[in-house]
């Protein structure tokens, strides 16, 4: 409890804010002008935020809001803030530049959050492509209000998760997609043949505010965090310089968005446990799994009633469908059966995706060096294989590689540019002066001459591991070697099997 001398000091803060009329905005920032009187100097504090205070409660005894504003939980957000960087919000300042200023501010920040007067800022809207068409509408928040969503997160995080169902996969500590393949993958090997996809529509856009904060009150009684909590639901939209009120709908894009998406559907969770369903759900995307064609279709009735009734949401029934297990993809993954056990493969459309953003990549327009070039290339391929190694069929991982390998070559051909140069270079790289002299002519266009005899010997797989290329088959192979060493025992050869 604070003492005294705090309490009075809050007390001569009240009296002066009603003086001074509306505090509701802080009054500092890049946006808006500093207080007057001579600024503070920055504190040199390593966390960015003022020691705490020696009447600070004792951890033991704190409430949720003092866990939310304890230094040490600020300083383990700033520190994720500042490694998931990301877009600037509408008032451009950017993660880098968070600490800094936090030095300088945080103490009227602070204390507009205890009195109750901070309001957060609009996001600023962007519109990513959606894999499957259309636009997906995110929200951007400003650094400071990733801060105190990301602070809020840590401490509501061990309030929720531990009651969220055994089922529930997505944006949880300790639970990974890889995860959730699996328990679908075991649900179909134990016999329920087919899978009830259920495709919520425009979730993240649709909950109602009302009753997302009625379930998140029933474990969270502290008020200072549920009026916060209320202000970031309605702190509205920010598109084309036009502010717009938020009524319903949690902007994807924020650190509190897949914590709130899970508190909403945990009542689904629950409901499906209820009637012994055998499901995997991770954030929005939901799959259950069932032994037969008539018991789906009878299940997907329930579960769109439930959904349209008791959570005020909508099932859109064109995406949603009842169909084989091993015909439906999920999180980028399909299923196969071979000698009869069920094993995992890669979705054709996580490939086709791969090779759209491979095109962007090694676009002949992009005026580049080839070093540059790999490293941005090395960068995907790397990344993307981490996720998808978890594929049991190494096939597509050495087409993707040849395909790609195919692309560099054209982007090669290309630069040589003139037939001097591409003659001269043929014979640098073991190509006979007569082959050479006759390719170097040649009027066939880059795509078709990369994947020539000619060009292949004088560009072979050594030479773009020499140039640093690494591909998606070596990095695939180290994945799946590291899996088996961790979880079963000693690493052992991966089985090139042919195409899934």
């Given amino acids: 409890m604070p003492g005294r001398v705090e309490r009075r000091a809050e007390a001569k803060d009240a009296r002066a804010r009603g003086s001074r009329g509306d505090c509701s905005q802080p009054r500092v920032g890049p946006w808006r002008e500093p207080r007057r009187g001579k600024p503070d100097e920055a504190r040199r504090e390593r966390s960015g935020f003022p020691a705490p205070d020696e009447t600070a409660p004792h951890p033991a005894r704190a409430s949720l809001w003092e866990a939310f504003l304890s230094r040490d939980n600020l300083a383990r957000a700033l520190r994720r803030v500042e490694q998931n960087a990301g877009a600037a919000g509408i008032d451009g300042m950017t993660a880098a530049g968070l600490r800094p200023w936090l030095h300088r501010y945080w103490p009227e920040i602070r204390r507009l959050l205890e009195v109750g007067t901070y309001r957060p800022l609009p996001v600023r809207r962007v519109a990513i492509p959606k894999p499957s068409g259309g636009e997906r509408l995110l929200g951007v928040p400003t650094a400071l209000d990733r801060l105190i969503q990301q602070a809020l ?127 995997v759900r991770y954030a929005d995307d939901l799959m259950v799994y069932v032994r037969s064609e008539r018991a789906g279709q009878r299940i997907i009735e329930g579960i769109a009633r439930y959904v349209e009734s008791r959570l005020k949401l909508r099932v859109n029934r064109r995406k949603s469908a009842v169909a084989p297990a091993t015909r439906r993809p999920f999180l980028g993954f399909g299923f196969f059966v071979r000698h009869g056990e069920v094993r995992v493969r890669l979705d054709p459309n996580a490939r086709k995706r791969a090779k759209d953003r491979l095109r962007k990549l090694t676009a002949r327009s992009r005026s580049i060096s080839m070093e540059q070039r790999l490293q941005a290339v090395n960068r995907y391929t790397v990344g993307w294989t981490a996720y998808f190694a978890y594929a049991d069929t190494p096939t597509p991982f050495r087409e993707l590689d040849e395909w790609l390998r195919r692309r560099l070559r054209q982007v090669r051909w290309k630069e040589w540019k003139r037939s001097q140069n591409r003659r001269r270079n043929l014979r640098a790289l073991g190509i006979p002066e007569r082959a050479a002299r006759e390719w170097a002519g040649s009027r066939k266009g880059c795509w078709r001459v990369a994947g020539s005899a000619i060009l292949t010997r004088a560009l072979p797989n050594a030479y773009w591991q020499e140039q640093g290329l690494q591909g998606f088959s070596d990095p695939y192979r180290r994945f799946r070697d590291a899996t088996r060493t961790a979880g079963r025992g000693p690493a052992c050869p991966v089985v090139w099997e042919g195409p899934g």
């Fill in 153 to 279: 997160l840590q401490v509501l995080t061990s309030v929720f998760d531990p009651h969220f169902s055994n089922g529930s996969f997505g944006f949880r500590p300790g639970r990974s997609a890889h995860q959730a393949v699996e328990r679908a993958r075991q649900s179909i090997q134990d016999g329920a043949a087919w899978v009830v996809d259920v495709d919520l529509d425009a979730f993240f856009d649709r909950v109602q505010h009302d009753a997302l904060m009625a379930r998140l009150a029933r474990r969270v009684d502290d008020k200072r965090v549920l009026r916060l909590l209320r202000r970031y639901l309605e702190a509205g939209v920010m598109a084309d310089g036009i502010h717009q009120a938020s009524e319903e709908g949690t902007p994807q894009g924020s650190p509190l968005s897949p914590l709130l998406g899970n508190v909403m559907l945990d009542d689904l969770d629950r409901e499906l446990e209820r009637r012994g369903h055998r499901f």
